[in-house]
């Protein structure tokens, strides 16, 4: 992936995907610590998808650099108050994506969100980085992830990606998840007559989505298919460069 591309390792022993079922903690450790300890030496920024605050302590004690956490750091254990907000302002250090996410996996697509997404995604993540700061955690550690299927219909995600500039509003970057959702599924020829792409089949419209989220100012872009993303994104980056040189630079104005 590092050669493919990749300037961030995301590793995850548990799937959060819509219906699936909660990972023991024991389980989740045993998947994740033998992966970090390995990865943190290969000179990129390894971060590390987990909501629980064992995991979190674990993996930043290894030596990881980013906390990304679908519950954006809510997630308790039904014994007490969530504590992995403490873990991440006593770390000092630490990067920690806050992801918006609807319910939970198991009903998240159930009961989607009702109304208009876009404001309620916009408040939530902001009241949770201000929650974090108020811990002490500098602003410039956080990043917002507005959860892309997690809890939203497709045009609730759509519209996520169409007004995705007014999720900057909250001062923090942002992290874009279109790769391989489901979301992407109806994009097939035949989509009229029922055909859904598999995901596999999801790349051309997972590079869309990438391609347009980073247009609209996201700062990271969490894919599958690295090599082809990274590709895609130069055109837009030479594109860029291109439009940011004056083709026909002002000189001295004589009369």
Known sequence: MIRDGADILDIGGESTRPGALALSLEDELARVLPVVKEAVGLGVPVSVDTYKPQVMQA?????????????????????????APEVIAAHRACGVCLMHMHRDPQTMQVYPMQGDVVPQVLQFLDHSAQ????????????????????????EQNFALLARQT?????GFPLLAGWSRKS??????????????????????????????AAQRGASVIRVHDVKET?????????????????THPEGPTYS
């Open 131 to 154: 929650v974090l700061i108020e811990l002490g955690v500098e602003k410039t550690r956080i990043m917002l992830d507005p959860g892309i299927g997690f809890g939203k219909t497709v």
């Open 59 to 83: 993996v930043l004690d290894l030596g990881a650099d980013i906390i990304n956490d679908v519950w954006a750091l809510r997630w308790h254990d039904g014994l007490g108050q969530a504590r």
């Open 230 to 246: 990274a590709q895609a994104l130069k055109v837009l980056h030479a594109i860029r460069s291109v439009a940011a040189t004056p």
């Open 166 to 170: 007014e999720l900057l509003q909250a």
């Open 183 to 212: 979301s992407l599924a109806g994009m097939a020829a035949g989509a009229e007559c029922g055909e859904l792409l598999s995901p596999q089949q999801r790349l051309a419209p997972s590079l869309a989505a990438a391609l347009m």
